[in-house]
Nanobody
């Protein structure tokens, strides 16, 4: 089992920045790909960004590419999502997720992630 505990988030004006963190405990952290998803009421959970188990490969949704950066620190068992140039439409509850299976390519499909954080509200005022 893997437990994911999120921190960060909050309220920011459009154009501002926030950073989310997700600390993992339990099984060896470094074997899992990790990702961030977000959810707004009435919408499907949306893929945001993912990083492979060594941190050498990353993948971003087109909507955040160039503004968000995902990173991981395997010593601290933590992943981060640095969010810059935030827009009103980035407002959502953000979730980190861990994939317990090794895959040759990073998954952007929420159903393939096995462990989830508790969620962090990010609100961007226009």
């Amino acid at each position: 089992q893997v437990q994911l505990v999120q921190s960060g988030g909050g309220l920011v004006q459009a154009g501002g920045s926030l950073r989310l963190a997700c600390a993992a405990s339990g099984r060896t952290f470094s074997v899992y790909a990790m990702a961030w998803f977000r959810h707004t009421p009435g919408e499907e959970r949306e893929f945001v960004a993912a990083i492979n188990y060594r941190g050498g490969s990353t993948y971003y949704a087109d909507s955040v590419k160039g503004r968000f950066t995902i990173s991981r620190d395997n010593v601290k068992n933590t992943i981060y999502l640095q969010m810059n140039s935030l827009k009103f439409e980035d407002t959502a509850v953000y979730y980190c997720a861990a994939d317990r299976w090794f895959r040759t390519s990073i998954s952007t499909n929420a159903v393939e992630y096995d462990y989830w954080g508790q969620g962090s509200q990010v609100t961007v005022s226009s």
